[in-house]
């Protein structure tokens, strides 16, 4: 599905919308959840998905009475992937509109600067999203928690992944922000515990938002490198495909990618462009399951947005929502205090499988699938094949 028809069929507007389900009464104040995604520019690839995820939790919690018997109102709003925008339209979430609670963010930059609002505003944030291992570690405060992975889960496959394909020279391609700079020391602090003959003989880092490669293509083509390790993500990467496969890049590079380029919201795009020799990671595949409630989750999302072929990204959305009312539902209160504290140790069930936080972290342990991005006679666009689930212990 096209970005233009998966705005209008999720009813995705500028500056967001508001919607509860009408058929029901509750006699309490609803319960308000602020979602930030990016809903316009390079990052809606992966936003609107996310905020599609993100109405099907709600949608459904409503359906079933709400948090506590209390309606839920969602109050979306375009992170326009922009950490000062993100921190103004957070604190306008929190001051003007009196969430109870945020969840969302895409990039690592924007993930960091709402966790500084919310430590600032004491109103619990979910990142569901943003990887930066700073918010779990140096930045992390008492009211911030993630439900994605992390850089250094995601470096660690990665490094144990170029032993695996026998990288002997690499080259690292990063995105010189938050993400990619911390993607690069999760990867090299993992290698010598995988590949400690690899070495790495070329970096660079393009700028978040470049769409202009063609400075950096023959830099990697000239540097002997065997394999790429690369953190280049939706329309990052996809720029990088289409100027430089017809040079021939693919033919004897392999690429391995975190950035979740094993999605179908990227394969879908590509189709007969995605190139050979791609290894890579998504959440969710449509067509894969790691747990049997995915079936139900996958149907649900494919009526909604009239496809089967759905996007990974809805899950991350979906599981942020799903984790806000099991908190509330323990802590039997919208407080910031006791939802954090609830928070500590949960464990849910997800479309994924069983997920826990961990209680002095505050990382969810979730995994990721990742395997070959692969051609098959009967499909316009790769899938991932084998797709083998990896999750930290």
Known sequence: MKLGALLAAVGVVGAGTAFADAGTAFA??????????????GGAVYGVPAMVGHQLAVEELNAKGGIMGRKIESIERDDKMNPSAASSTMKELITKDKV???VGGLSSAVG????EVSKQEKVVYISTIPKTIQMTTDKLHKLVFRTASNTDLEGDTMAMLASKYKLAKICHLELDYAYGNDLEAGILKA????????KVVLTLKPKLGATDFNPFIPQVMAAGCDGVLSGLWGPHFVSWVKQAKPLGFFDK?????????????IAGELKEDYPDNVISNAYELWYHAQDPSHKEFQARLAKK????????????????VKYVAAAMEKAKSTEADKVAAALEGLTIGTPVGPLTIDAKSHQANIGQFWGPMVKKPDRAYRIMEPAEYIQPK
């Not at 104040?29 to 520019?41: D, Q």
């Not at 947005?305 to 942020?320: F, H, K, M, R, S």
């Open 253 to 265: 590079i392999k690429w391995i990618s975190g950035g979740e380029i094993g999605s179908h919201e």
């Open 28 to 41: 309490q104040e609803p319960v308000k959840i602020g979602a930030m995604y990016p809903l316009t520019g």
């Open 112 to 115: 960091l600067a709402m966790s």
């Open 191 to 198: 290698l010598p515990k995988y590949a400690k003959d690899a």
């Open 305 to 320: 947005l009239n496809t089967q072929e759905t996007p990974q990204w809805a899950v991350l959305g979906y599981i942020g």
């Open 100 to 102: 109870d609670i945020v």
